[in-house]
């Protein structure tokens, strides 16, 4: 089992910006890859980025390519979400996920494990 617990998440102006956290539990962590999701009030849940196991290869949506971030520290068992230059769009529950095979997936059907997710609002 893996437990995910995301943090960093809250109010913020646009054009500002907020680091994501979701740290994981489990030995294995270092041998999975992770993605963020996000979901906004009336709207499926949404692929934002995700990292390969060794952080070698990383995608992101194209809505956020260039804004955000995404990496991750195996000895922290932790992966991060930089998020820069936000805007009211990007207004949506952030979902960490882990899934448990080394190269990265986009669909969230790709992942076996969820966090509780964390709320980001950016007012305009």
């Known amino acids: 089992q893996v437990q995910l617990v995301e943090s960093g998440g809250g109010l913020v102006q646009a054009g500002d910006s907020l680091r994501l956290s979701c740290a994981a539990s489990?030995?294995?962590?270092?041998?999975?890859?992770m993605g963020w999701f996000r979901q906004a009030p009336g709207k499926e849940r949404e692929f934002v980025a995700a990292?390969?196991?060794?952080?070698?290869?990383?995608y992101y949506a194209d809505s956020v390519k260039g804004r955000f971030t995404i990496s991750r520290d195996n000895a922290k068992n932790t992966v991060y979400l930089q998020m820069n230059s936000l805007k009211p769009e990007d207004t949506a529950v952030y979902y960490c996920?882990?899934?448990?095979?080394?190269?990265?997936?986009?669909?969230?059907?790709?992942?076996?494990?969820w966090g509780q997710g964390t709320q980001v609002t950016v007012s305009s």
């Open positions: 489990g030995r294995a962590f270092s041998t999975y890859a």
């Open positions: 996920a882990a899934r448990t095979y080394y190269e990265i997936g986009v669909r969230p059907t790709n992942f076996d494990y």
């Open positions: 990292i390969s196991w060794t952080a070698g290869n990383t």
